[in-house]
């Protein structure tokens, strides 16, 4: 089976401008989930999503949204663009809900805001 | 709320000696617990988890990791480090009621030919 896609790997962007990340999760895969990873915070939880519905979101602000289709695609978007939102941004899914289940990573984006 | 620790921001073993890179946890009723990997630009990958049974758990790449309820740990293990194991190694535990993970700091494992 093939892995967790995102697209695009590098992204670079200006300040005040907004961004769209794609993931394509595991075949069969429902469950997706989003988590922002930089050298200061490490990795924290952005979304999760189930079946096009958001189960949860972390604590980030209102900047930060995304959305599942109906073939478990995602996308994250992040409007109006700040110095901080560089990080490498991580999408992973999972065959099912619930703490038991592992989630598998993929390579990520590179955000940098300049 | 669920938490782990990784007292350790960095460990270094010298090739063909064991490894453990340590984690402690603080969560509510009985824990879930995750060890994942991430290389260089890349993204993290599933080690091993622990959910409930045996407390030795065996995962990919030969690596185990021995839950300890006592002690609130559960240390990744391996009985021959290789310099490919160099990597960033994160614990990680879901939330309460829903799989979002909440990782620890990370523990930057260098091994030395």
């Known amino acids: 089976k093939a892995g967790v896609t995102q697209t695009p790997r590098y992204l670079i962007k200006t300040r005040g401008q907004q961004v769209t990340l794609s993931c394509s999760p595991i075949?069969?895969?429902?469950?997706v989930s989003w988590y922002q990873q930089t050298p200061g915070q490490g990795l924290q939880f952005l979304f999760e999503y189930f079946s096009e519905t958001q189960r949860n979101k972390g604590n980030f602000p209102g900047r930060f949204s995304g959305r599942q289709f109906s073939n478990s695609r995602s996308e994250m978007n992040v409007s109006t663009l700040e110095l901080g939102d560089s990080a490498l941004y991580l999408c992973?899914?999972?065959?099912?809900?619930?703490?038991?289940?592992?989630?598998?990573f993929g390579p990520g984006t590179r955000l940098t805001v300049t | 709320a669920q938490s782990v620790a990784q007292p350790e921001d960095q460990v270094n073993v010298a090739e063909g000696n064991p490894l453990t890179v340590k984690c402690t946890y603080s969560v509510s009723g009985n824990p879930y617990l995750f060890w994942y990997v991430q290389y260089p630009n890349r993204g993290l990958q599933f080690l091993l988890k622990y959910i409930t049974g045996d407390n030795l758990v065996k995962g990919s790449y030969g690596f185990e990791a021995e839950f300890n309820k006592s002690q609130t740990s559960f240390h990744l293990k391996k009985p021959s480090a290789l310099v490919s194991d160099s990597a960033l190694y994160f614990c990680?535990?879901?939330?309460?009621?829903?799989?979002?993970?909440?990782f620890g700091k990370g523990t930057k494992l260098s091994v030395i030919p």
């Open positions: 075949s069969g895969h429902r469950s």
């Open positions: 992973a899914s999972s065959s099912g809900t619930g703490g038991g289940y592992e989630q598998y």
């Open positions: 990680a535990v879901p939330g309460a009621g829903s799989y979002q993970l909440t």
